[in-house]
């Protein structure tokens, strides 16, 4: 079984300021790992992956994420927050293969400017 | 490309009525999911389907719902008769090419069908 866990469900930052969104995951394997954005009234877009590898994987619009396995987390930053920023973040899990995606209950994030 | 479709993508009924959601994903990809999306809530898989087979309907109200992928390409997700906690976003996603290339579960999703049951 597999599971996420998003710390906070609400996020505020200034504009220019650090984004860090909270994931942490439980699989019984190796996990691959996601970070999805949703905008409103839009479907999820994917922003980053880690499959195997590199654990600091860059993604989409500047953010990155960390995969460290000895505290089964996936956190996603970003140097300096943008007003386009502004939406909701999914942190995801799977096995791989055809299993089943698990995902987080998400983390809004609002950019004050 | 062309993305994941979904149609329609705002429905309003009665509850006890039905709806039906219709998905066609990216060519060429094998795997299909319908996800629930409870405003403020992650998406929850409602089943996956492997071509035209099921590979997970675990978490299908059965009694209700119901979802097939005929040809093993569009599918359609349908809902009788409808309750209140049944208003939701309903996503479709779909992932891996063909061929037995590896699947690392990255989802291509649709924009999703809102359904609102008064």
């Known amino acids: 079984a597999q599971s996420v866990t998003q710390l906070g469900s609400h996020v505020s930052v200034s504009e220019g300021a650090l984004v860090l969104l909270r994931c942490n995951y439980s699989?019984?394997?190796?996990?691959?790992l996601f970070w999805y954005v949703q905008y409103p009234n839009q479907g999820l877009q994917l922003l980053l992956k880690?499959?195997?590898?590199?654990?600091l994987v860059k993604g989409i619009n500047g953010f990155e994420a960390e995969f460290k396995k000895s505290e089964t987390s996936f956190h996603l930053t970003k140097p300096s927050a943008h007003m386009s920023d502004a939406a909701e973040y999914f942190c995801?899990?799977?096995?791989?293969?055809?299993?089943?995606?698990?995902f987080g209950t998400g983390t809004k994030l609002q950019v004050i400017p | 490309e062309a993305g994941v479709a979904q149609s329609p993508r705002y429905k309003i009924i009665e509850k006890r009525q039905s709806v039906a959601f219709w998905c066609n994903p990216i060519?060429?990809?094998?795997?299909l999911y319908w996800y629930q999306q409870i405003l403020g809530q992650g998406p929850k898989l409602l089943i996956q389907?492997?071509?035209?087979?099921?590979?997970?309907d675990s978490q299908l109200p059965k009694d209700r719902f119901s979802a097939e992928r005929l040809k093993g390409v569009d599918s359609t997700l349908k809902i009788q008769p409808a309750k209140l906690e049944d208003s939701a976003v309903y996503l479709c996603?779909?992932?891996?090419?063909?061929?037995?290339?590896?699947?690392?579960?990255?989802?291509?999703f649709g924009e999703g069908s809102r359904l609102t049951v008064l």
């Open positions: 880690y499959t195997t590898g590199a654990t």
């Open positions: 060519s060429g990809h094998a795997t």
């Open positions: 996603a779909s992932s891996s090419p063909l061929r037995g290339l590896a699947n690392t579960g990255e989802l291509f």
């Open positions: 389907f492997q071509n035209n087979g099921v590979v997970d």
């Open positions: 995801a899990v799977t096995p791989g293969g055809y299993q089943k995606v698990t």
């Open positions: 699989s019984s394997v190796p996990p691959y």
